[in-house]
Structure formats: structure tokens, C-alpha cells
């Protein structure tokens, strides 16, 4: 395999670089903070047309027709950058399945304004009672000939700014993934905070009409593991560039800090420290480059993926912790910006599954693999 980038990914790995870096900067994330607010409109407009939002979606619908690894390359620098859009939920959660299993009449109708209009896309795809997304209790039956669903999703991202969320559900045929107007008669969202403060929401279906149905009645439990995939993926990617900035920030904090007439970075300690956090960073970035490149190619990636999140969840989780241990006190004031990569170190390693839920994955991989593979 070869993971020498493309000349189309390092243009837009770049752009989205210098995007985020202008957009993004502490300063900013600061006053958004104060004000309250989560979503930056702002940079989310200055995104869209540069076509990061729409990036994965055809052509033939107004995206820049590329695929998951260019996706990586744009959610390592929204990492970097602790860039708060909602970009895992219309990039991945939405857009990504839609383009896979709509038909051509939903993709232009649902994918063109994300392109077009700045739009934004999710999922419900997480309920209390179920660890798995594929195997909802929520439940949709007809009525009149129209779907109409019941049950509760919680941690949807951007229910509120969202024009469609995919919401999956038990139906006579089997799970089905519905379409659902959040904004409709019997939706019903109440907001929650997650880890690194991004808002979220608890929706409420009592009779809620569905709009559409994403693939065949029954394939909604495959499409939803589909998505998970996919957004546990890119929350491995986002983890590379929290993780890799989190590191070069606390190098150059150590460089700069004196203790006893010395820079802290003199210390062995320290060093040792610093050093183990740089190789997590590289060994999560290879194993999220694998796992890129195998959905890219076509080729098996349920265990690559798996990998990554694993990689995600326990070196980021180390890398953080060093970089909050090597800044000392400083690293607890939220007027400075370290702590900001904590928190989303922490959120991209717990959703969609942590350390123990990913070895249970492998493990399952494993154990259903040929014996002679």
C-alpha cells in the first residue's frame, strides 16, 4: 500500500489548513466562548466555499466528488484547530450515506444545498437503551400510508441548524433508516453539552412523520454500522490532529519554561515524556492513514477501523495527559488554550466507542475470520 498523498490531497489538506488557522485562531475560539455561542457561522461560511463541506459529495450534485481519505486530511486540521462546525455531522453523518444509498431524486434534493447553500446534515444514530446504532427501539410503523416514528435519540449534533436527519428505526420489514424533518409536527429537541462543549440534543419522536427512506425497507441496521464506521474514522482523524497539535504545543511550552535556571524540556522527565507523546501521534496517524486507504481502496476495513479508534481512544488519551501534565497549572485555566485539547481528545475518544468497546470489535473480527486468514 502506498501513503504518499496525493497532489489533490495536499492542496486541500492545505486549504482546509489555512482556513481553520484564520478562522480558528485562540482569540476567536475565546470570544465564541463568552458569547456563548458553539457554532462558528463565520467559518463554516468561509468552508462552504471552499467546498470543504461539500467535498465528498459528487460531482453530478455540486461536490468536489472526492473521497474519505481527502474527508481525513480536512478533520486532522479541524483537530488542529479545535474548529468548532458541524462537520462530522453533515460531512459524514449525512452527506456520506446519502451519496452511498439515496436515490438520485434524494441526493440532488438533500446534497445540493449542503454544496450550494451552506446547508447542514446528521444522524440520530445513539439511544440510551442500545449500545449499538443498527439496533434502535425506536419504532416507525404506517399510518395512512405515511411512516410515522416513535422512541428517543440523544447526542444528535446540529438537530437545530440540520435540514434532514437520518434517524434509524424498527419497522415491520426490519430496521429501517427514515429521513426526518427535525423541524416537523412531533419532533421534539431538548439541547445537552457534550465534553468539548459542542451543543447537542435529545429528540424526542411522538408520531413524527418520516420524509423519505434512505436504501430498502430492512438494510437500515447495515447502513447505520455503515455510518459508525465511517464517523469513527473521522474521529480518529480529528484525534491525529488534536493529538499532534497537543504535542507541539507543549513542546514548544516546555522550550520556554524555566525552573531552576533551566527550560523544563532539559529535564529527563520531561523529555521522555515529550517523546513518547510524538510516537502515539505517528502510530495513530499510521494507523489511520491504513485505515483510510482500505475504504478508499475498496477493501475490507472493519478491523482497520476498529484499530484506529483503539489507537484513538488510548495514545490520544496518553497524549493529552502529558500535555496537561507538562503544562502544570497553567494547563487548568481556561483562558489558555491547552484545555480545549483535552476536552476534545476525550470526546473523539469515547463516542461511537472507546478503548474496550474497539478490543471487543477486534476481537469479534477475529473470532468470525477463517481459520486458515
Known amino acids: 500500500m502506498d501513503f504518499s498523498p496525493s497532489e489533490e490531497l495536499i492542496a486541500i489538506r492545505d486549504l482546509a489548513r489555512k482556513i481553520f488557522a484564520d478562522r480558528a485562531s485562540h482569540e476567536r475560539l475565546l470570544a465564541l466562548e463568552r458569547s456563548g455561542a458553539w457554532f462558528d457561522t463565520e467559518l463554516w461560511s468561509e468552508l462552504a466555499r471552499a467546498g470543504l463541506t461539500a467535498l465528498a459529495i459528487p460531482d453530478a450534485h455540486g461536490?468536489?466528488?472526492?473521497?474519505?481519505?481527502?474527508?481525513?486530511?480536512?478533520?486532522?486540521?479541524?483537530?488542529?484547530?479545535?474548529?468548532?462546525?458541524?462537520?462530522?455531522?453533515?460531512?459524514?453523518?449525512?452527506?456520506?450515506?446519502?451519496?452511498?444509498?439515496?436515490?438520485?431524486?434524494?441526493?440532488?434534493?438533500?446534497?445540493?444545498?449542503?454544496?450550494?447553500?451552506?446547508?447542514?446534515?446528521?444522524?440520530a444514530l445513539l439511544e440510551y437503551a442500545s449500545s449499538e446504532p443498527g439496533a434502535p427501539r425506536t419504532s416507525a410503523k404506517q399510518i395512512g400510508g405515511a411512516w410515522r416514528l416513535d422512541g428517543e435519540k440523544y447526542c444528535v449534533p446540529a438537530a437545530d441548524l440540520a435540514t434532514v436527519i437520518l434517524v434509524p428505526a424498527r419497522a415491520p420489514a426490519g430496521v429501517t433508516l427514515?429521513?426526518?424533518?427535525?423541524?416537523?409536527?412531533?419532533?421534539?429537541?431538548?439541547?445537552?453539552?457534550?465534553?468539548?462543549?459542542?451543543?447537542?440534543?435529545?429528540?424526542?419522536?411522538?408520531?413524527?412523520?418520516?420524509?423519505?427512506?434512505?436504501?430498502?425497507?430492512?438494510?437500515?441496521?447495515?447502513?447505520?454500522?455503515?455510518?459508525?464506521?465511517?464517523?469513527?474514522?473521522?474521529?480518529?482523524?480529528?484525534?491525529?490532529?488534536?493529538?499532534?497539535?497537543?504535542?507541539?504545543?507543549?513542546?514548544?511550552?516546555?522550550?520556554?519554561?524555566?525552573?531552576?535556571?533551566?527550560?523544563?524540556?532539559?529535564?529527563?522527565?520531561?523529555?521522555?515524556?515529550?517523546?513518547?507523546?510524538?510516537?502515539?501521534?505517528?502510530?495513530?496517524?499510521?494507523?489511520?492513514?491504513?485505515?483510510?486507504?482500505?475504504?478508499?481502496?475498496?477493501?475490507?476495513?472493519?478491523?482497520?477501523?476498529a484499530t484506529a479508534k483503539w489507537w484513538a481512544a488510548v495514545a490520544g488519551s496518553r497524549v493529552v495527559h502529558t500535555a496537561q501534565h507538562l503544562h502544570g497549572g497553567i494547563g487548568s485555566d481556561l483562558e489558555y488554550p491547552i484545555h480545549r485539547f483535552f476536552l476534545w481528545s476525550k470526546q473523539s475518544e469515547l463516542l461511537f466507542g472507546g478503548a474496550r468497546e474497539q478490543a471487543a470489535r477486534l476481537g469479534a473480527h477475529l473470532l468470525a475470520a477463517p481459520a486458515d486468514a
Open 178 to 305: 427514515f429521513a426526518v424533518d427535525p423541524h416537523a409536527a412531533g419532533v421534539s429537541l431538548e439541547p445537552q453539552v457534550a465534553t468539548h462543549r459542542e451543543p447537542q440534543w435529545r429528540m424526542q419522536l411522538s408520531g413524527a412523520p418520516a420524509e423519505d427512506v434512505l436504501g430498502a425497507p430492512g438494510q437500515g441496521e447495515a447502513i447505520a454500522a455503515w455510518i459508525a464506521e465511517r464517523a469513527a474514522l473521522a474521529l480518529a482523524a480529528i484525534q491525529v490532529g488534536v493529538a499532534e497539535e497537543a504535542t507541539r504545543r507543549t513542546a514548544r511550552y516546555v522550550s520556554e519554561r524555566k525552573q531552576f535556571g533551566k527550560a523544563i524540556a532539559t529535564f529527563q522527565g520531561v523529555t521522555l515524556r515529550a517523546a513518547d507523546a510524538w510516537i502515539d501521534v505517528e502510530a495513530l496517524r499510521g494507523v489511520v492513514m491504513q485505515a483510510a486507504w482500505r475504504l478508499a481502496a475498496g477493501q475490507p476495513a472493519t478491523a482497520a477501523i
Open 63 to 123: 461536490g468536489g466528488g472526492f473521497g474519505i481519505q481527502e474527508l481525513c486530511a480536512v478533520f486532522e486540521e479541524q483537530g488542529r484547530h479545535t474548529a468548532p462546525v458541524p462537520l462530522l455531522a453533515t460531512a459524514v453523518l449525512g452527506a456520506l450515506p446519502i451519496a452511498e444509498f439515496g436515490t438520485a431524486e434524494q441526493r440532488e434534493r438533500w446534497l445540493r444545498p449542503v454544496a450550494e447553500r451552506q446547508a447542514v446534515l446528521s444522524a
